[in-house]
């Protein structure tokens, strides 16, 4: 299969959705993309529904009562396809019309938002699945090339100085307040972009998890474009 992410240690790729749910992560590998490239036309899809917010969920009755072209059908089909798969799965897939999400600049030495760096936590067993059919797409990067925030002498000193608290519960405090999950890239650090159509698994940060969660990223949109992606 020839395709951009193939040579890439961090990326498993695949040709079907029973192999990218049932692939198991290993070494460096943290990340599985099922690779496609999609017919359809999903700009007529975006071009039709309706932002409530700067988030809003779409179902599929919202898909189906669109009046698309064939082109425009194709896409419809693929997404409801993919959010079928997913729910036979077990997961809780929603797809979103994004315009952007919100952002965090309450402090200007470290960001808690979506556009950070970071790893997804879960308490339980869990992957991230995403795809953008629409839009500027997400980023990963390897774990080699990014390093944990809280560990870089500066912004440790900076959160030590707005913890109020015994010096045995600041770790607690780093993680309540989810700043352990954000990194910084490396000077030389090259992300990936994972592209329009693919699906994609990302490990997430949890009890069970056998390899490092996959650090990634939303992209900035591009201007005057809406997002149309699925996640879960």
Known sequence: MSNTFSDNSQIGVVSTFAELVHTDFKGEMNALCW?????????????????????TEVYPEDLQALQLSEKGNIAREIILNDLQLLTDFGALPSLNLLKC?????????????????HVDRSPIATDTFLCTYHGASSDIISNSQAEQKIQIPEIRAKLKELYDGPEEEFENFLKENYFDLHYQLHPDAEPVNLGLGHLWRLAVDHPKQQVQPCIHRAPIENEGQYRLLLIC
């Open 35 to 55: 690779y496609r490239n999609l017919d359809g036309d999903f700009n007529e899809i975006v071009a039709q529904l309706h932002l409530k917010e700067n988030i």
């Open 101 to 117: 999400y919100e952002r965090d600049d309450e402090f200007d030495f470290i960001s808690t938002d979506v556009y950070s760096f």
